[in-house]
């Protein structure tokens, strides 16, 4: 019964860590769909940091009119 009261709490932390992870990192399927790097709206590989494509991509969802940054 104690090992019950354990489980159930840490198996429901474990459970909202996966659900909520993945809303928390970038999207591969833009870099898809854009046939783009993820360079192209990403100051460097692996940062989340935006550089002004990323940033215009955030709010039309397009790269039409946007600024493509030369690399």
Known sequence: MRALRI??????LIAGLFVTTTASFGKPDYAKKEKKSCITCHVAAGKKDLNDT???????????GCPVVKK
Request: net charge positive.
């Open 7 to 12: 489980a159930l709490p840490v198996a429901a």
């Open 54 to 64: 990323g940033k215009c991509y955030g709010k039309n969802h397009s790269l039409d």
